[in-house]
């Protein structure tokens, strides 16, 4: 990926966000971490860059890892994550939707019941269908969404020491804009991107995230994930 792609990650400061940008960040990407405190931002764009020259200090002169608060991180950006609490998206989205402009938003939520003081393996009802298609109707229609990574461990990519096994599912109507965004989950190692199909798919990939919880829970593990088999593709 050229160096000036620039990948904004709003709500970088989460578990999720976070991994993500170490991830980016080990792979040489230019990340700009996004909190709707920009004091937080830096901060954990500092704790990353910390992290990331520790664990390559070969590496250090590669890493570009930035942080704003969210809509400046948005700006000019090539990819937008949004890696955010479902109770927290819609008002996240109304701050940065006139930087989204050219980006290819990238929506990860996930609608647990936790978020809202439920139980992390029971899924909100959304009136769109998804937190996906919500995203998608908070945003300018000229604004490609792909949904993905609701169900890879953001333990597992907080911990650089390990590969993360899973497979991404893909979820999105714009055909070009997920072919563009599949080299992006291929830049960390471990991470294949499965095309699911259109953006209404995301309701049920969305949905498996409660399930890996619940199996994490019942066999006391933190970073179970999904393999598709008997695909033509290689990880």
Not at 79 to 85: D, I, S, Y
Not at 207 to 217: C, D, E, F, G, K
Request: net charge positive.
């Amino acid at each position: 990926m050229s160096e000036e792609k620039k990948i904004a990650i709003i709500g970088g400061t989460g578990d999720l966000g976070f991994g993500l940008a170490l991830r980016w960040g080990l792979a040489g990407a230019r990340v700009c971490i996004g909190s709707r405190e920009e004091g937080k931002a830096r901060e954990a764009a500092q704790r990353a860059r910390k992290a990331l020259q520790a664990h390559a200090p070969a590496k250090s002169g590669e890493i570009s890892v930035s942080g704003l608060a969210n809509p400046d991180a948005v700006a000019g950006a090539s990819f937008a994550v949004l890696a955010v609490p479902i109770s927290a998206q819609a008002a996240i989205l109304k701050t940065v939707r006139d930087a989204l402009r050219g980006t290819i938003l990238v929506d990860a939520t996930v609608p647990l019941a936790a978020a809202l003081g439920g139980k992390p393996t029971q899924m909100l009802g959304l009136w769109q269908g998804s937190a996906a298609a919500q995203a998608r109707s908070l945003v300018p229609a000229d604004v490609p969404v792909v949904s993905a990574f609701h169900n890879v461990s953001a333990e597992a990519l907080q911990d650089l020491s390990v590969t993360p096994e899973c497979d991404i599912f893909v979820c999105g109507d714009d055909a070009a804009a997920k072919e563009t965004f599949f080299p992006l989950v291929k830049m960390i190692p471990g991470l294949r991107p499965i095309d699911a199909g259109g953006l209404e798919m995301s309701r049920i990939v969305e949905s498996v995230t409660a399930l890996l919880i619940s199996i994490n829970r019942r066999y006391r593990v933190h970073a179970s994930g999904i393999r598709v088999t008997g695909l033509p593709i290689a990880p």
